[in-house]
């Protein structure tokens, strides 16, 4: 398990850096981030590369199954919530909030962009 928490080419661990040196594309998830940002944004496409907007699109679907897996999670746990919680409403407002909290990270990279792009923010 520790062996593919480390290989996860998506956190700063050994994965990421193998794969920065393969690529041979230093400041990679950096420069992924500025570049999705800027498409998502509407700004010009001023000398995008591809391998940086499959890591970006690749990032965010790993999110996204994150946060839906997590989401699958507290399903699974619904009923043995709901058997401690004094009402079954409580248990869908924590399980609402946890799903919130999840999706977070995914709101920010594509909500802020589309924000600027729609305020027309250069």
């Not at 999705?36 to 591809?50: E, I, M, Q, Y």
């Not at 946060?67 to 399980?95: C, D, K």
């Amino acid at each position: 398990m520790g062996a593919c928490f480390n290989l996860n080419p998506f956190l700063d661990r050994d994965g990421y850096h193998i794969l920065v040196d393969v690529l041979h594309e230093p400041g990679l998830r950096r420069r992924a981030r500025e570049q999705f940002s800027r498409r998502l944004a509407g700004r010009p496409a001023t000398g995008d590369s591809p391998v940086l907007a499959r890591y970006s699109l690749f990032g965010l679907a790993w999110s996204v199954l994150a946060a839906l897996f997590a989401i699958a999670m507290t399903l699974h746990y619904r009923a043995l919530l709901e058997h401690f919680a004094p009402a079954e409403w409580i248990v869908w407002v924590v399980m609402a909030t946890v799903w919130i909290i999840v999706f977070v990270p995914v709101l920010v990279v594509v909500g802020r962009p589309l924000v600027e792009r729609m305020r027309g923010d250069d």
